[in-house]
């Protein structure tokens, strides 16, 4: 065999070598995350799910070395935005959803299957309210002698289907007794106006969208939807504690992202969230917004959502809910 064959033989080898190295390097996925990160929020700006996600950006950001940049994606009680995550984004972890059950309830899309649990990351209060020149109760006996006493019964406003605002309303009347008529909105804003207006009588608010109307009188707070009342408002009784056993409503926010997602780009955004979830600042600002921030496993809280869907999908049966 003559020098120049051999030589072209190592030559050939070589390059051999350098493209299995090439190919191989290909095939590892690179570290996460290596470019921004889309904090995907399925309601318009200016909401609490959006607060809490422009909080938590910059945050999370020096967490992970990359920045965190929100994008609202409004419509369909948070299914449009769910829907993007899950059919439009690829999974790889630079799109995460931040979102409460309003897309998994009653809706003629379920993103559930397609989505893999991050963090359950907040739980915040509800109060149900009602307008006091529309309807005379104090306390829930009074309103669901009221309601009775209405020929069609109460209208009420919510956000849309399937939303906290109208499954608790739905969960109150089957467990009260109340008669109510539902009266959906295409966001809580306008579904607010028209309760301050008079043109509804009542609602399941969050308790900061409710409070400066409580105290101005053009509210007036029936009961706390949770288990326990709300520190800053000590003399409103939860809706349990009036008679009505068991009842328990509140709202929660979860980062999710598409399934398929490398488990340890999961992780990552756990670990940076649960990071920053006991932040001091952070939770000032959180708690003047009535929101309480929660950090859990990724197993955890898929248990959690599963169970609140069970809840909910016993509910949906039990009053005939159809999808939107």
Not at 92 to 102: A, F, H, K, P
Not at 104 to 114: A, E, F, G, H, W
Not at 142 to 154: F, I, K, P, R, Y
């Given at each position: 065999?003559?020098?120049?064959?051999?030589?072209?033989?190592?030559?050939?080898?070589?390059?051999?070598?350098?493209?299995?190295?090439?190919?191989?390097?290909?095939?590892?996925?690179?570290?996460?995350?290596?470019?921004?990160?889309?904090?995907?929020?399925?309601?318009?700006?200016?909401?609490?799910?959006?607060?809490?996600?422009?909080?938590?950006?910059?945050?999370?950001?020096?967490?992970?070395?990359?920045?965190?940049?929100?994008?609202?994606?409004?419509?369909?009680?948070?299914?449009?935005?769910?829907?993007?995550?899950?059919?439009?984004?690829?999974?790889?972890?630079?799109?995460?959803?931040?979102?409460?059950?309003?897309?998994?309830?009653?809706?003629?899309y379920d993103p559930l299957p397609y989505l893999a649990p991050v963090t359950l990351a907040a739980r915040y209060d509800f109060i149900l309210v009602s307008n006091?020149?529309?309807?005379?109760?104090?306390?829930?006996?009074?309103?669901?002698?009221?309601?009775?006493?209405?020929?069609?019964?109460?209208?009420?406003?919510?956000?849309?289907?399937?939303?906290?605002?109208?499954?608790?309303?739905?969960?109150?009347?089957?467990?009260?007794?109340?008669?109510?008529?539902?009266?959906?909105?295409?966001?809580?804003?306008?579904?607010?106006?028209?309760?301050?207006?008079?043109?509804?009588?009542?609602?399941?608010?969050?308790?900061?969208?409710?409070?400066?109307?409580?105290?101005?009188?053009?509210?007036?707070?029936?009961?706390?939807?949770?288990?326990?009342?709300?520190?800053?408002?000590?003399?409103?009784?939860?809706?349990?504690?009036?008679?009505?056993?068991?009842?328990?409503?509140?709202?929660?926010?979860?980062?999710?992202?598409?399934?398929?997602?490398?488990?340890?780009?999961?992780?990552?955004?756990?670990?940076?969230?649960?990071?920053?979830?006991?932040?001091?600042?952070?939770?000032?600002?959180?708690?003047?917004?009535?929101?309480?921030?929660?950090?859990?496993?990724?197993?955890?809280?898929a248990s959690f959502r599963s169970a609140y869907m069970a809840k909910w999908k016993k509910l949906i049966a039990d009053r005939g809910l159809r999808p939107e």
């Amino acid at each position: 065999m003559s020098m120049s064959m051999t030589r072209r033989g190592g030559l050939c080898a070589l390059g051999a070598a350098g493209v299995a190295v090439s190919l191989g390097a290909m095939a590892q996925p690179a570290a996460y995350p290596a470019q921004p990160i889309r904090l995907l929020v399925p309601y318009p700006a200016g909401g609490g799910s959006d607060y809490l996600a422009r909080l938590l950006a910059p945050l999370m950001a020096q967490r992970l070395g990359q920045s965190l940049y929100v994008e609202n994606r409004p419509g369909g009680g948070g299914t449009v935005g769910a829907a993007a995550v899950t059919r439009i984004f690829p999974a790889d972890g630079y799109t995460v959803l931040l979102s409460d059950s309003n897309p998994l309830v009653v809706q003629s899309y379920d993103p559930l299957p397609y989505l893999a649990p991050v963090t359950l990351a907040a739980r915040y209060d509800f109060i149900l309210v009602s307008n006091p020149a529309v309807l005379r109760a104090n306390n829930v006996k009074e309103l669901v002698s009221e309601s009775l006493a209405s020929a069609s019964g109460l209208n009420y406003a919510s956000p849309g289907v399937g939303t906290t605002h109208h499954m608790g309303m739905e969960l109150f009347a089957r467990d009260s007794g109340a008669r109510v008529v539902s009266i959906p909105y295409k966001g809580g804003g306008a579904a607010l106006q028209d309760l301050l207006a008079g043109q509804v009588a009542l609602m399941f608010l969050d308790r900061v969208s409710a409070r400066q109307y409580i105290e101005s009188g053009k509210l007036r707070a029936i009961g706390v939807a949770g288990a326990r009342r709300v520190p800053s408002m000590p003399n409103v009784p939860t809706i349990a504690e009036q008679g009505v056993t068991g009842f328990e409503v509140e709202g929660w926010l979860g980062f999710s992202v598409r399934k398929g997602t490398r488990p340890e780009v999961i992780q990552a955004l756990h670990t940076a969230y649960a990071s920053v979830s006991t932040d001091t600042e952070l939770h000032r600002k959180v708690d003047d917004a009535g929101i309480n921030l929660i950090s859990t496993t990724p197993k955890e809280f898929a248990s959690f959502r599963s169970a609140y869907m069970a809840k909910w999908k016993k509910l949906i049966a039990d009053r005939g809910l159809r999808p939107e």
